[in-house]
């Protein structure tokens, strides 16, 4: 076969794959890079040790962040079961990924009773920091530094408090960088975990 058959070979065979072949080449391309969206806000706060636990603590590393409270009726055991799904996904990688939950109840959750949830829901504690601190410092740094919700709930008497908050997770890079938002349902884990990835093989 000379090399005008054969190129016209390969153009047939591609022609004959159809929309397959097209997304097949589109997915050999590189993926885009992750955007740079704002630098991720400085804190210092406690963990579930009583230990002081900053920000300075996780440079150099990919981290990821969530909000719950322990007393949430509804989406924080959700939140805290998907998370330790990606930190069980990531388990190889546990020397440069860290995760950090930050209350937005803290007045009712202490490290002690931090420490009693991550218990309860047998959290690896390994890599996985529940961080509180005074209300006026936490909420600072979760709705000014990462841009989420946070408000209670007016509820009737006797029913028990709920708060209104945000549901997403952020990824940071080891250079304090947000790097997306990531909803906690439909897609939003799968997409976390490859940009993860991303981040950790790239020494982000």
Known sequence: MNSTKR?????AVFASLGPAALVLASACGPAPELPRISKAPVFELTDQRQATFGSDRVLGKVWVANFIFTSCPDICPLLTSTMAGIQK???KNADSVHFLSFTVDPVVDTPQVLEAYASHHRVDQTNWSFLTGPP???EEVVVKGFKQ???EVPV???EPRNIRHGSHFVLVDGEGIIRGFYRSRGDGPVSL???ARRLIEAGA
Do not use: M, N, V, Y
């Open 7 to 11: 190129i016209a070979f390969r153009i």
């Open 156 to 158: 009737k008497e006797g």
């Open 89 to 91: 996904d990531l388990s």
């Open 149 to 151: 919700a946070q408000e």
């Open 193 to 195: 975990l490859r940009d």
């Open 136 to 138: 006026e410092i936490t």
